[in-house]
């Protein structure tokens, strides 16, 4: 009862270009969502987040999307840099916020020069 | 100054030892969490503490045993390890009074059973 995933297990995006990864979840409980950046040997570093009253938040390069009656949330990275290449995690939350993450699968973004 | 912080970094044990792994954070935070990341590379969360007090227990072998002396420290004690208990573990903390709008992780465990 996988409730957050990542259909993609990689991307590869050249540089300058823009990057987006997926996300979907099954549970309409769901109210807080977390885009997390993995390096190899390190661990999850938070990057954005987004309430489920909004439907787009804005940091610097990455702008999260959201859209709750597809249940479906996307991170656009533009314009995509090589230390953006790690794996990048979706996870959610419902109203015990970020106390209980519930992870995707991850995807291992590639930017290439 | 590392923000949350867990020891060892590798740890490779036998099956049947007792072993611990420690996390300690200079974040001010209330509640600390344990996550383990499968050979799947899922992250699932096991147990979550609030000013020392357990919040969340999922369902996790009773071998598993947290300890949290203070709310700056989660430790995570683990008793006859089996095979399937390999897997990197991750330590992490928030903040109650910020709405738990981020979690810190720490750099992870990778436990290794042999």
């Known amino acids: 009862d996988q409730q957050v995933k990542q259909n993609s297990p990689s991307l590869s995006v050249q540089e300058g270009r823009i990057s987006i990864l997926n996300c979907d979840y099954t549970?309409?409980?769901?109210?807080?969502f977390l885009w997390y950046k993995k390096y190899p040997a390190e661990g999850p570093t938070f990057l954005i987040s987004?309430?489920?009253?909004?439907d787009k938040n804005e940091d610097g390069r990455f702008t999260v999307f959201l859209n709750k009656s597809a249940k479906h949330l996307s991170l656009h990275i533009v314009p995509s840099q090589p230390g953006d290449s790690a794996v990048y995690f979706c996870a959610a939350s419902g109203i015990q916020g970020a106390q209980k993450l519930v992870f995707g699968q991850g995807t291992r973004l590639t930017i290439n020069p | 100054d590392t923000a949350v912080s867990q020891t060892p970094k590798y740890l490779v044990t036998q099956m049947g030892n007792d072993k611990s792994i420690k996390c300690e954070q200079n974040l001010g935070h209330d509640t600390m969490y344990w996550y383990k990341q499968d050979s799947k590379k899922f992250l699932k969360i096991m147990f979550s503490y609030n000013n020392k007090e357990l919040i969340i227990n999922e369902t996790v072998p009773n071998r598993f045993s947290p300890k949290s002396p203070d709310k700056a420290h989660l430790n995570l004690h683990i008793n006859s390890l089996e095979l399937g208990d390999s897997a990197v573990y991750f330590c992490a903390s928030s903040s109650r009074q910020e709405g738990y709008t981020e979690a810190f992780f720490g750099q992870g465990t990778r436990l290794t059973v042999v």
């Open positions: 549970n309409s409980m769901f109210d807080y």
């Open positions: 987004i309430s489920s009253i909004k």
